[in-house]
């Protein structure tokens, strides 16, 4: 899997609904551990795989709120029970240069797997449970740029326009 690489805004990748994990193999890991290097390399917070074109519902998550390197692993999570709103500004290593402020709610109880197979839950809120919730929606092909105002995203349509292109352009 050394060839995985972040695919942009206009890749059909990024649409799809992903698949639940079934095992977690040294594939899975491997993926993970790709996963955890790439969102590095971008500094990023957070990177889903199907933003590596991989359709499987695992994302990697480093809030970096804490010193040094604190890489988290979330696989087949679940959302329950949110709860008010907050508004935040996100970004997305797929829509890069592409930063709006989005509406989600502000906290939601969740439950994942770790790459151990442990099951992980707790209340989620504050910027990791933004990053979750952003990194889900990938799993069902969803982008933080659709839930811009139809004013935003008039703002916001050469640019998307631009990275189709590119997109375009990587993949052919
Ligand atoms: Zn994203």
Known sequence: MASLRIR????PCLREVAEPVDEIDDEIKELAADMIEIMYENS??????PQVGIGKRL???DTQEQEGPNPMVFINPSIRNQSGTSTME?????????????????????????LEGNVVRFRADGLL???????VDHFEGKLFVDYLSPVKKIMVKDQLRALEKESLAASS
């Open 8 to 11: 942009i805004y206009g890749d």
């Open 44 to 49: 990023g917070i957070g990177l889903a795989a």
């Open 59 to 61: 994302f990697v998550a």
């Open 90 to 114: 996100e970004g997305c290593l797929s829509i890069p240069d592409v930063r709006e402020d989005v509406k989600r709610a502000e906290s939601f109880d969740l439950e994942a797997l770790d």
């Open 129 to 135: 449970g933004r990053v979750i919730l952003h990194e």
